[in-house]
C-alpha cells in the first residue's frame, strides 16, 4: 500500500523544546518538501529536498531544520528558535511521469506550544 | 514573485446549486497549475494540474479551466460531499508550489 506517512498526528511541545516531525513515503519518489498551514492562509514552504543528501531552503526556515539520509525519509525538526511553531505542518512528495508532476501529501501533523 | 489569489473565500450552496471559484494568478513563466481539496484535519487531495490555456479536466461534478490569468473551479449539481476547502498553485521553473488560501465550499442538503 503505498503512500506518505506523518507521525505524531498531534504534538505538543513545551517553549524552549526541539521536537521533529516525521515524514516516510513508499512511492520512490526523489523530491520531497515540508510545508506549514496556519488558518486563512496558504500552505508556505519550509524546506525542500530534491535528492538525497541535499536540500535547500523555502520561504520560511528560520527555525527549522531538516535531514535527508535516506530516500523515503525527510524528518522535520521544530527547533527553539521557531518563534511560532503552533501550526499544522504537511510533507509531500512529487512524482514525474514525462512532462507531468505532482506533489503528493500526507495526513499532516498539528502540532501546538504549550 | 509567483502570486496567487483565490475567491471567495467562502462559499456557501444548497445541494444542486452549481458555482464556480476563482484562481487569479501572476507568474513569469507557468509550468502548472494545480488544483487541490482539503478535508478538515487532513492533508490536500490531488484533483487537476492544467498546463496551458484554454486546458480543461472534468472529475465526477468538478471541472477546472485555465486562461492565461486565471483558473476556474466549477462544481456542478453539488452534493454535500463536495464540502471541503478546494486550493489552487502555482509551480514554478524549479518545481516548487505557490499555494493560495483556499476557498472553503459548504454545501447544504
Known amino acids: 500500500d503505498g503512500g506518505i506517512t506523518q507521525s505524531p498526528k498531534y504534538l505538543f511541545r513545551k517553549e524552549g523544546q526541539n521536537v521533529t516531525l516525521s515524514c516516510e513515503q513508499n512511492?520512490?519518489?526523489?523530491?520531497m518538501y515540508w510545508y506549514r498551514q496556519d488558518p486563512g492562509q496558504g500552505l508556505r514552504l519550509i524546506y525542500y529536498?530534491?535528492?538525497?543528501?541535499?536540500?535547500q531552503k523555502g520561504d520560511i526556515a528560520e527555525g527549522y531544520s531538516v535531514s535527508r539520509e535516506k530516500k523515503e525519509s525527510f524528518p522535520l525538526t521544530v527547533t527553539s528558535a521557531q518563534k511560532n511553531p503552533t501550526a499544522f505542518y504537511l510533507c509531500?512528495?512529487?512524482?514525474?511521469?514525462?512532462?507531468?508532476?505532482?506533489?503528493?501529501f500526507g495526513p499532516g501533523t498539528r502540532l501546538t506550544v504549550l | 514573485e509567483d502570486q496567487v489569489t483565490q475567491s471567495p473565500e467562502a462559499l456557501r450552496l444548497q445541494e444542486g446549486e452549481s458555482s464556480s471559484l476563482n484562481c487569479s494568478y501572476t507568474?513569469?513563466?507557468?509550468?502548472?497549475l494545480f488544483w487541490y481539496r482539503q478535508d478538515p484535519g487532513k492533508g490536500p487531495e490531488f484533483l487537476f494540474t492544467?498546463?496551458?490555456a484554454g486546458e480543461e479536466k472534468e472529475k465526477e461534478r468538478l471541472k477546472a479551466t485555465l486562461t492565461k490569468k486565471e483558473s476556474f473551479l466549477h462544481i456542478t449539481a453539488p452534493k454535500p460531499e463536495d464540502s471541503a476547502t478546494y486550493l489552487c498553485?502555482?509551480?514554478?521553473?524549479?518545481?516548487?508550489?505557490?499555494f493560495g488560501a483556499g476557498t472553503t465550499v459548504t454545501v447544504r442538503a
Open positions: 509531500a512528495s512529487r512524482s514525474r511521469t514525462g512532462r507531468t508532476d505532482t506533489q503528493y
Open positions: 507568474v513569469s513563466g507557468l509550468r502548472g
Open positions: 529536498s530534491q535528492i538525497v543528501n541535499d536540500f
Open positions: 512511492l520512490n519518489h526523489d523530491a
Open positions: 492544467l498546463y496551458s
Open positions: 498553485a502555482l509551480r514554478s521553473n524549479d518545481y516548487k508550489l505557490s
